[in-house]
DNA sequence: CCATGGCGCTTTGCGAGCGAAAGTAGGCGG
DNA sequence: CCGCCTACTTTCGCTCGCAAAGCGCCATGG
């Protein structure tokens, strides 16, 4: 590396920002669930991100194909009920994914903040848009 | 709010997590161009986010037909050029973003670390899956 | 006893979005 | 003059996410 000018070569191409996690809804999902090991109650989620019933059940589908939670469906009094959990698996792919957005947040602070201007070369003129 | 047992509603909902800015390739996109407040180019651009030019061509357009970033085509020599630089609306409404993606950091990161258990009511059986 | 309505979830339909591949336009080297 | 290279743009197939409709079950009430 660092065979050309800068080395930067892909320095915010983000690979670790995993496809499955990196979605509004299935976030808060997984961050709900990442608080309570013992899982949560597909209505209790539906209410704590906002979620239509269909929405939920689509990113749970979606979720539990990828091996990231687990769904066991049971029953409460006669009436159904699905109670969701994240698997061990699922912890850790989600905690990864965690890592790798802090390191976007530290880049983006730092941009935030110094906004450095690096020297650039505008050769001639620049016609605007 | 609180009219409920928790007053969690939607706690997990992160609505401010706007849809154009959130995404993989366009949050390095964007991350770079914070950075500078002088631009980018499209090679450099390119180069920093591992993105295939049409696949970065697309996300430019996306994000300039949402008044987030600028482009100013010229010259480099007599090869073309492409600059792009954040707008200052452009600027501000990534900091928004990064401001919620910081509040969901905060709440993985206190769900990893606590994990508490809360006590669940399992009435019946609950049948595996 | 049938029907009307609500709860808990699943399935379907469709429009938007993403990324690979192909296309365009001009410079430059042989 | 011809073909390769750089610098993009456009097209295309497929996936994805979201909303709306559907399904099964229980409860209530006329």
Chains 1, 2 share one sequence.
Do not use: W
């Amino acid at each position: 590396m660092s065979d050309k000018k800068s080395g930067d070569e892909g320095r915010y191409a983000y690979e670790g920002l995993d496809r499955v996690l990196h979605e509004k809804a299935r976030l808060g999902i997984l961050t709900s669930l990442a608080a309570r090991a013992d899982g949560l109650l597909f209505t209790d989620l539906k209410a704590l991100c906002n979620l239509t019933d269909g929405n939920l059940s689509r990113h749970l589908t979606v979720l539990q194909e990828a091996g990231i939670v687990e769904i066991k469906k049971g029953f409460r009094g006669r009436r159904p009920q699905t109670l969701c959990r994240l698997t061990e698996s699922g912890r850790r792919r989600y905690l990864g994914y965690i890592g790798v957005l802090e390191s976007v947040l530290a880049d983006a602070l730092d941009a935030a903040k110094a906004t450095r201007r690096t020297k650039r070369v505008l050769p001639e003129g620049f016609s605007p848009a």
